[in-house]
């Protein structure tokens, strides 16, 4: 994730965009599920981002969140600062991650 992404997330919230619900997930796991409180309107997305929206969902739908913690531990972003637990910068891995995801046609 970005180094700042809970800036973003905070952002979002105080903009009225998204709202938080925390929940108790299995074995007691906490949870923050954010829920847009804004509709999607396609027409302000490409035909090249829709595709990839369709994608990521259709590729993650049925993986639990422990698959894609293991996926994402595949991840050079990952595996590159892991063990000095290094922030993962985004500049650096954003175009990589997820080469292996079917995104043509």
């Known amino acids: 994730m970005p180094a700042e992404y809970?800036?973003?997330?905070?952002?979002?919230?105080?903009?009225?965009?998204?709202?938080?619900?925390?929940?108790?997930?299995?074995?007691?796991?906490?949870?923050?599920v954010y829920v847009p409180k804004a509709?999607?309107?396609e027409s302000e997305f490409t035909d090249?981002?829709?595709h990839i929206f369709e994608a990521v969902a259709s590729h993650f739908r049925t993986k639990s969140t422990g698959e894609i913690i293991r996926l994402s531990h595949e991840e050079d972003a990952w595996k590159?600062?892991?063990?000095?637990?290094?922030?993962?910068?985004?500049?650096?891995?954003?175009?990589?991650?997820?080469?292996?995801?079917?995104?043509?046609?």
Do not use: C, M
Not at 82 to 96: H, V
């Open 6 to 32: 809970e800036r973003l997330y905070l952002r979002l919230q105080d903009e009225g965009k998204v709202s938080v619900e925390e929940r108790n997930g299995k074995d007691d796991q906490y949870l923050e």
């Open 39 to 41: 509709s999607f309107h």
């Open 48 to 50: 090249e981002e829709i």
């Open 80 to 105: 590159e600062n892991e063990t000095d637990r290094q922030l993962i910068s985004y500049q650096r891995y954003a175009f990589g991650v997820g080469a292996s995801l079917p995104l043509s046609d």
